[in-house]
């Protein structure tokens, strides 16, 4: 397993929908991957449980799900710090706090609703 990328190993499954459209070109389809990887394999996902398929829903499927949670006073300076680098974000901490308490948290708006 060594020999094999973490990221071939275990698809983050929508990291293809989060990347911008001049990047996403040279990125392989990571739905695709998912699908196409041989059982048993990893998938990791930010989606809540509802949007998972709805054979997992129905208990049709019976896929083993690891649920890990964070502190929400963590997330919030991890998005803080992600939206500062990445997305060009230039309010204050103070301000980033208060749109978060409000629910934003960008790709998985609203927060409190999705978490």
């Known amino acids: 397993s060594k020999k094999v990328d973490l990221d ?3 698809i983050f499954l929508e990291f293809i929908a989060i990347m911008k459209d001049s990047a996403a070109k ?3 389809n990571s739905i ?3 699908a196409n990887m041989p059982s048993p394999r990893v ?4 989606l ?3 949007m ?3 054979q997992i829903l129905t208990k049709e499927k019976k896929p083993k799900i690891i649920h890990v949670a964070r502190d929400s006073k963590d997330v919030c300076v991890s998005q803080f710090h992600h939206w500062r680098l990445l997305e060009g974000f230039t309010g204050s901490f103070e301000l980033w706090s208060q749109i978060f308490a409000d629910g934003y948290s960008g790709y998985y708006a609203p927060y409190w609703k999705t978490c």
């Open 8 to 10: 071939d190993r275990m």
């Open 32 to 34: 695709e991957r998912a």
């Open 43 to 46: 998938i990791k996902t930010h």
């Open 52 to 54: 998972l398929p709805k």
């Open 48 to 50: 809540p449980f509802t």
């Open 26 to 28: 040279h990125i392989p």
